[in-house]
């Protein structure tokens, strides 16, 4: 199946942006789904993660109070909103997803989309 993320852009500072992770060709519910970020230079780190369940079970710490994951089982997408962006938030930001119920070992990954946080 296939997970397409998109919403990135160019951002100031303090704004926000809602990017949105569509999984095509399975159930959504049988899946857990992950954001990721990967800036340059840096390595890939997890966001955030929404488990098959519905219930949200992780943000990093960086996110925390900034970044909302939810789910739409009926159009079969994830989102993350991302509040109050900070310059260090720039990133490729992936979608991931895993047929177990917890947020890990990832084995289906989609194309990602550039968030960059500038003045």
């Known amino acids: 199946f296939q997970l397409q993320a998109s919403g990135g852009g160019l951002v100031q500072p303090g704004g926000s942006l809602k990017l949105s992770c569509v999984v095509s060709?399975?159930?959504?519910?049988?899946?857990?789904i992950g954001w990721f970020r990967q800036a340059p230079g840096k390595e890939r780190e997890g966001v955030s993660c929404?488990?098959?369940?519905?219930?949200?079970?992780y943000y990093t710490d960086s996110a925390k109070g900034r970044f909302t994951i939810s789910r739409d089982s009926a159009k079969t997408a994830v989102y993350l909103q991302m509040n109050s962006l900070k310059p260090e938030d720039t990133a490729v930001y992936l979608c991931?997803?895993?047929?177990?119920?917890?947020?890990?070992?990832?084995?289906?990954w989609g194309q990602g989309t550039l968030v960059t946080v500038s003045s």
């Open positions: 929404i488990n098959k369940r519905g219930i949200t079970t």
């Open positions: 060709g399975v159930t959504l519910e049988f899946y857990s």
């Open positions: 991931a997803a895993t047929a177990g119920s917890s947020c890990s070992q990832y084995g289906y």
